[in-house]
Every structure is written in C-alpha cells, then in structure tokens.
C-alpha cells in the first residue's frame, strides 16, 4: 500500500521558468514531509522540509506548500536551472513514529536550457 | 563533514549466494536506517538502529535478510541466500537521534545489487 504518491513520473520545463511537483499522501499520521533531489549512481540528497504547524517552508529558490485537509504538498522551484535535472522524491513520517520514512516513487524533472 | 560511506559500490552475484554490505554512518549520528530501493521506486526501510538497538525492523525478510550495527557506529547487511528479486540499491542513512518525527535523515551512494 503506497502511503505517499507521486503520480507524475516525469516532468520537463524551460530554463528559468517555474517548476511545480507534487505529492498525494493517504497517512493522516504523517506530521513532517520532507523533499530529496537524486542524481543518477548517489544516494538522495535533503532539499527542504514542511513540519505540519506550517503551510509553507522556503529556502531560496526551493519553496514547499503544504495543505493538509487535502493531504498534498507540492515543490515548487523558481527559477528552475539545469543542474535541478534530477530525480525529487517526496517523502513523510509520524512525529509519533520511529523517524520511518515512507517515500514517493519519485518524479524525473528535466531542466531544458 | 564526511557524510555517509557505503562499500561495495557495486556487486553481482548468483541466486542463492551470500552477499554482505557495510555502512559508516556521519559521525556522531545515533540512528541509522537501512533502505532498500527497487528500480522505479522510492526506498523502502528496511531496518533502523538507534545506537546498537533495533528500533524497527518490520519490513525486514528476517528468513534471508540480517543486520548488526557492533558498538553502536558501523552497520553491516547480509542477503543469505539471494533471491532475482533482491535486485535493488540498497541505501544507508543516518540522523542525529534527537527528536522523533523531525529529523533529517542523510543518505549514502548506496551499493547496487545485481542478482543473476
């Protein structure tokens, strides 16, 4: 059972214009959603986290939107640059959890210059 | 700061051989998880260490999957015996320990598993 969705696999977008990625989760438990940015052969790298007191988190261009009745977040990154071609995956946990991490699938964003 | 180590980087194997995976977690980094991820998916934990105690290791194969974490520092995993379907990269990552529920977790390169 997929906790945490990310149904757009894929995504490309202009140099310099916006990028938006979303995420659907089904947990109501999840209380902190985090965004990881993934380069082919490393493992993922932290980006930006959302704790669920806030609807919304920014850190320079990388800024995340949270609504919780909806049970989406989305990244948005402005404006989006060729070295942001990488693979983002959403993921949650449960503050009253053990730190577990439940991830998306992932989505490929594709920078074109 | 050295972040996480992970060797092999790489390793191929037959079906029902042995393989083993270490991990050295940042230092100072109590938790430690490791994560299995199949290709076209996100990673999916499989166990985590706080120190050398297991904290959860649900989803953990216990019939073929072991993992130790000696002094509470480095961790090893081992696939005994291999299974095609443990084709995966399989990722380590380590957090502070602090407070539950907002920590970051930061990941290694991962060693990617081929079984034949």
């Known amino acids: 059972d997929q906790q945490v969705k990310q149904n757009s696999p894929s995504l490309s977008v202009q140099e310099g214009r916006i990028s938006i990625l979303n995420c659907d989760y089904t947990n109501s438990m999840f209380d902190y959603f985090l965004w990881y940015k993934k380069y082919p052969a490393e493992g993922p790298t932290f980006l930006i986290s959302?704790?669920?007191?806030?609807d919304k988190n920014e850190d320079g261009r990388f800024t995340v939107f949270l609504n919780k009745s909806a049970k989406h977040l989305s990244l948005h990154i402005v404006p989006s640059q060729p070295g942001d071609s990488a693979v983002y995956f959403c993921a949650a946990s449960a503050l009253t959890g053990a730190n577990n991490l439940f991830f998306g699938t992932g989505t490929r964003l594709t920078v074109i210059p | 700061e050295a972040g996480v180590a992970q060797s092999p980087r790489y390793k191929i194997i037959e079906k029902r051989q042995s393989v083993a995976f270490w991990c050295n977690p940042i230092?100072?980094?109590?938790?430690l998880y490791w994560y299995q991820q199949i290709l076209g998916q996100g990673p999916k934990l499989l166990i985590q260490?706080?120190?050398?105690?297991?904290?959860?290791d649900s989803q953990l194969p216990k019939d073929r999957f072991s993992a130790e974490r000696l002094k509470g520092v480095d961790s090893t995993l081992k696939i005994q015996p291999a299974k095609l379907e443990d084709s995966a990269v399989y990722l380590c990552?380590?957090?502070?320990?602090?407070?539950?529920?907002?920590?970051?977790?930061?990941f290694g390169p991962g060693t990617r598993l081929l079984v034949l």
């Open positions: 990552a380590s957090s502070l320990g602090g407070t539950r529920g907002k920590e970051t977790q930061y």
């Open positions: 260490f706080q120190n050398n105690g297991v904290v959860d």
């Open positions: 230092s100072g980094h109590a938790t």
């Open positions: 959302i704790s669920s007191i806030k």
